[in-house]
């Protein structure tokens, strides 16, 4: 991963670096532990995990600490899925036909991933309150199917 810092002139300085797993391949800005700074989750497709680069001040990150995902996670996002006001990561995991949800446990740090059944090699996910009862619901494009599905909040 390589954010770039702009200077006033709309141009960038030198790429910095960080360290991720195997063939990252999607990422995500959110607050992950409420310091009201945008840290960074990044999926690692060939890894089976997901990262989350905590934000340390002045456009720099901690290294990764990595979750286990289901097989090959492509798309992230990162929303308030359970109501207790702090982001949770949603991932779909093209290689074993799944959506996961890491719910946030506090301070940036993520429950193990529960894991719901989708169409074939889902590809990206949203979420939105579909159907207005105030709940985010999880949309995914099943790419091998054809389809995209969406799976209602119950919560």
């Known amino acids: 991963m390589q954010p770039f810092v702009t200077q006033c002139n709309t141009t960038f300085t030198g790429q910095t670096t960080y360290s991720t797993g195997s063939s990252p391949l999607s990422l995500d800005t959110v607050d992950v532990n409420g310091d009201g700074k945008p840290d960074i989750i990044v999926t690692n497709y060939n890894s089976n995990n997901v990262g989350v680069l905590v934000n340390t001040g002045n456009g720099t990150f901690s290294a990764q ?59 990206s996910v949203a979420a939105a309150d579909v159907n207005g009862d105030g709940k985010l619901d999880i949309i995914v494009t099943n790419r091998g199917s054809n389809n995209i599905g969406v799976f209602l909040n119950y919560c």
């Open 65 to 123: 600490t990595t979750y286990s995902t289901a097989t090959t996670p492509g798309s992230v996002a990162s929303v308030d899925v359970n109501g207790d006001g702090k982001p949770d990561i949603i991932v779909a995991n093209s290689g074993s036909n799944k959506v996961g949800v890491l719910l946030n446990t506090g301070y940036g740090t993520f429950a193990a991933q529960t894991t719901y059944s989708t169409g074939t090699s889902p590809g």
